[in-house]
């Protein structure tokens, strides 16, 4: 039955949830944020303070059986998402984790059949899918603006933060019990959910990962080659340990291009061979704003509204761990 109000409450109030996603769930309509989460309780009451949130908690169960709590945002590390997913579905809450959606797509599957088994939706926090910059260039391949689709190429690099070289405070990022594995998995994650959204599921994933500065275990190159269930090839490189930084991707058609860039802010470029034109996008000042509105929509009796599920949200998942070579069956994933 749709919620008239959605009431949410954050495990893992974190930095993540200062600016880029918290203060959504107290804008968005019918949408109200009534308690957090962090194991430090003084953390967590300063958070509540600091944001007008009326409870805090220091033990994520007593958050998620609260009563006056409808859905869970899980915006820890992603060791701990599973687990928390399957508590909040055990207690009929609706979920929105953070991304990547779990450290394997083998937790992915438990997630999503927890949820499913529970009657509650999950949903994963790849926001991207629903901000207007993306949106613009699902519009441009809707339109065959350049023709049939041939190719995407992703390229990543960048250079290794002070905050890795120190092997007594390695950020969890890097901690592959954390995190799943390295940088990889916490940001090439955003470019291969995106490819998803604008040319449908990866169908074969191959790939090589390996460690050449050793400032941590976890993986800090990795190259990858795609093919998607519409014949369309993809190739990727992410280094996290290189002398410049560079985020760019290009989808190639047969009548022309388009550049974008997953994390930055410079324009969408659309090339043929009548020229060049460009779309600028201010981003949004809660990144997740856009997709949460799609989430309270579906809550509360808008339809199916959200393009990131924990469906999609496990393909993305099942794509890293095959290029890293977890080797991980395809199983359940579904091509749709």
């Not at 820890?76 to 909040?88: D, Q, R, V, W």
């Not at 047969?254 to 930055?264: A, E, L, P």
């Not at 990144?287 to 393009?307: D, N, R």
Request: hydrophobic share 35%.
């Amino acid at each position: 039955m749709p919620y008239e109000k959605v009431r949410w409450g954050i495990i893992g109030c974190g930095d993540v949830t200062e600016k880029k996603s918290g203060p959504a769930f107290q804008k968005v309509i019918n949408s109200e944020l009534v308690a957090v989460m962090r194991r430090t309780g003084e953390l967590a009451r300063d958070y509540a303070e600091r944001h007008q949130v009326p409870k805090w908690y220091d033990d994520a169960d007593d958050l998620i059986n609260d009563p006056e709590v409808d859905a869970v945002y899980i915006a820890t590390p992603p060791g701990s998402h599973k687990e928390y997913t399957l508590k909040a579905a055990a207690a009929g809450k609706s979920v929105y984790v953070e991304k990547p959606m779990a450290r394997t797509f083998e937790e992915c599957n438990q997630m999503v059949a927890a949820c499913k088994s529970a009657g509650v939706p999950l949903y994963v926090a790849y926001y991207r899918r629903a901000q207007e910059r993306f949106l613009k260039i699902k519009e441009l391949l809707d339109q065959e603006a350049i023709g049939d689709v041939r190719f995407v190429s992703s390229a990543q690099y960048q250079k290794a933060g002070d905050d890795v070289k120190d092997p007594e405070r390695l950020p969890w990022r890097v901690q592959p019990d954390a995190a799943g594995g390295g940088l990889f998995f916490d940001l090439a994650s955003h470019t291969l959910d995106i490819l998803d959204f604008l040319l449908g599921p990866i169908q074969e994933a191959k790939g090589f990962a390996s460690n050449q500065a050793g400032y941590y275990e976890a993986e800090d190159i990795v190259t990858g080659t795609y093919r998607f269930a519409s014949g369309v090839q993809g190739i990727g490189k992410w280094c996290f340990t290189a002398f410049e930084h560079v985020d760019m991707n290009e989808i190639v058609g047969s009548k022309g291009k388009i550049t974008f860039s997953t994390f930055g802010d410079d324009p969408v470029t659309l090339t043929t061979n009548e020229g060049k034109e460009q779309w600028s996008f201010e981003r949004p000042l809660h990144v997740h704003q856009p997709l949460v509105a799609t989430i309270m929509k579906e809550l509360t009796g808008g339809g199916v509204c959200c393009p990131s599920t924990g469906d999609s949200g496990a393909r993305t998942n099942w794509v890293m761990d095959e290029i890293v070579g977890k080797e991980r069956p395809l199983d359940e994933l579904k091509f749709s």
